[in-house]
């Protein structure tokens, strides 16, 4: 079985400070990383992914991710927080041995203050 | 690119009445689809998924069920609903599997009262 584990449930931080969600995966074979984000009643978009190589992955809106294979951990990153930023994210794995069906995380509640 | 759309965006309905919420896909042929449900807007529950028209598994038992009548057309129905079906549901695709993650509808908010 894959499971994904967010232990934050909230993360606050001021803007114009880092800004890291964590995340953390179990998966049978290699897997596939994902960071959604969602705004409130709104769908799930895109932020990035970890298919293979660069173990740190550049996504939409300035936000990066670093793949630790030892640590089993991606998580999510950005130098400099938004207002804008302030969402609900999801963590995502995939893998072969799951028909690559996607199990998400819990979320994590990001507030960015001004 | 993909695109989902899912209809309606809020829908209210009485306990005991039926539910039809649809989703279609633009922009990609044979997609897998999958149907979420996200309660008190926090974690996303797996109902059904479908990787071929006519072909759906089911990932929890329910009052629910879902159907693929066409490629891009996908179904969540239910005969009567109790007030446990509130939440926002949310329909999702994918090109490939392996590559691509899930592309994601707008959401349907439905209340059952």
């Known amino acids: 079985a894959q499971s994904v584990a967010q232990p934050e449930d909230q993360v606050n931080v001021a803007e114009g400070n880092p800004l890291t969600v964590k995340c953390t995966y179990s998966v049978s074979g290699n897997p596939y990383l994902f960071w959604y984000v969602q705004y409130p009643n709104r769908g799930l978009q895109f932020l990035l992914k970890y298919i293979t190589g660069d173990n740190l992955v550049k996504g939409s809106y300035g936000f990066e991710a670093e793949f630790n294979k030892s640590q089993t951990s991606f998580h999510l990153k950005k130098p400099s927080a938004l207002v804008s930023d302030s969402a609900l994210y999801f963590c995502?794995?995939?893998?072969?041995?799951?028909?690559?069906?996607?199990?998400f995380g819990a979320g994590t509640t990001v507030t960015v203050r001004a | 690119s993909q695109t989902i759309h899912q209809w309606p965006a809020t829908l209210v309905q009485p306990v005991g009445s039926p539910l039809s919420l649809e989703c279609t896909v633009e922009g990609t042929s044979n997609p897998n689809l999958y149907w979420y449900r996200q309660a008190a807007g926090r974690g996303l529950q797996l109902l059904f998924y479908?990787?071929?028209?006519?072909?759906i598994s089911s990932e929890v038992p329910q009052n629910l069920s879902a159907s693929r009548p066409q490629d891009r057309q996908f179904i969540l129905s239910s005969k009567k609903l109790l007030l446990s079906d509130s939440g926002f549901y949310l329909c999702a695709g994918n090109r490939d599997r392996r590559v691509y993650g899930y592309t994601f509808g707008s959401g349907t908010r439905l209340t059952v009262v």
């Open positions: 479908s990787v071929g028209i006519g072909q």
């Open positions: 995502a794995v995939s893998s072969s041995s799951n028909d690559y069906k996607l199990s």
